[in-house]
């Protein structure tokens, strides 16, 4: 075997050093035949507005004069197929009371139908979704289509697109995620349930994430999974993904009569938001190395790589990274297009390309 070169094995060793391991994922330009490719979306449509870890076996990609398509790839060959855009679900809250204009409909299948985030308002001026309109209610259909809202405090503001719908603690009912601002003390991810019955059904907080500290720093909810094994859900969020973001994963737990959200790991250099975009699911997680358990795949700090991040022995550790090549312009989604088991995080770059990233 032909050793390597002298500075290949330096570049190695600088990386082992850092702490950041070589890029060992495999990275793809699918479709280099599309010139240009606009966007594209989840083969499962990501109904609660969070991944958890689902692996579609097809995505659909819309080209830059409009049209959408289905890709997937048939005994080895890419399979091409146009579909009417009016086929592709966007969720939007036209006709759902109070909605704020850019609002999310999130939809579930337990006991929470839909769920929207209400009420309008300038009062806080951060803008980093792109405008400076903010939420002041939230606002829930649950399974038999009664509708209830709970209206947040003039000092207070939902910095959010949508309410993530997602079983935290178990017990086969959805909790509302959502981002949760106070003037003087920036963000807070929280954590919202449907609570009591007919008249006295209402939204109550369950817990939330201890707020930031000062106004303007906010933070994006990434991905929920039992990251360790332990039979639990976690979820992770990046907090400040706009200057440094940090990791952070959780659990609902008890604490006496009321529910808290329990620390588990963190770790900083992550981004899963570029500052005024409306974009908000730039993470994914499945079972990148084979071990049974899934991991965490999102940008680096500086948006340039896609790490690949494992919660082992009550750390966060990042053990794959790749180069993007470019910056990213989409979503970030997870698929199974090959059929073999193995997981492939997609996205679209700004200069247009479809990039497929999957283990080696």
Request: aromatic letters at 4%; hydrophobic letters at 40%; charged letters at 30%.
């Amino acid at each position: 075997m032909k050793p390597a070169p002298i500075s290949t094995l330096a570049a190695l060793l600088a990386l082992s050093l850092s702490g950041v391991p070589a890029a060992a994922g495999k990275v793809e330009h699918l479709l280099p035949q599309m010139r240009c490719i606009d966007t594209i979306r989840s083969g499962d449509a990501l109904l609660g507005g969070m991944h958890t870890g689902s692996l579609p076996g097809h995505v659909f990609f819309q080209r830059c004069d409009t049209l959408w398509m289905v890709y997937k790839v048939k005994r080895g060959a890419p399979s091409l197929t146009p579909i009417g855009g009016r086929f592709i679900p966007k969720f939007r809250a036209k006709r759902k009371p109070f909605a704020i204009p850019d609002a999310r409909v999130t939809v579930g299948a337990r006991n929470i139908q839909e769920a929207w985030l209400t009420r309008p308002t300038r009062r806080y001026d951060h803008a980093i979704l792109g405008d400076d309109i903010e939420a002041g209610g939230l606002a829930a259909k649950d399974a038999r289509g009664r509708k209830v809202e709970l209206i947040l405090p003039e000092q207070e503001v939902f910095e959010d697109r949508m309410a993530r719908l997602v079983d935290l603690d178990g017990d086969g009912n959805d909790e509302m995620v959502v981002v949760h601002t106070r003037r003087d003390k920036g963000a807070s991810l929280a954590v919202y349930a449907v609570r009591g019955a007919r008249e006295s059904e209402r939204i109550e907080l369950l817990a939330e994430s201890t707020p930031i500290g000062r106004p303007h720093r906010w933070l994006n909810p990434a991905v929920a999974a039992d990251f360790d094994g332990d039979g639990r859900t976690e979820i992770a969020w990046v907090e400040t993904p706009h200057i440094g973001g940090t990791l952070k994963v959780a659990r609902l737990g008890d604490s006496g009569d009321s529910r808290r959200l329990t620390p588990v790991a963190e770790l900083a250099g992550f981004s899963n938001h570029r500052a005024g975009s409306r974009e908000l699911q730039e993470a994914v997680t499945f079972d990148w190395n084979g071990d049974g358990r899934p991991d965490i795949i999102l940008p680096d700090a500086e948006r340039k790589r896609l790490q690949v991040v494992a919660l082992k022995d009550g750390r966060l550790k990042v053990i794959d990274s790749m180069e993007i090549g470019g910056e990213i312009d989409s979503p970030i989604l997870a698929a199974d297009l090959d059929g073999d088991g193995r997981g492939e995080a997609l996205l679209v770059t700004k200069d247009a390309r479809l990039l497929s990233f999957r283990p080696e």
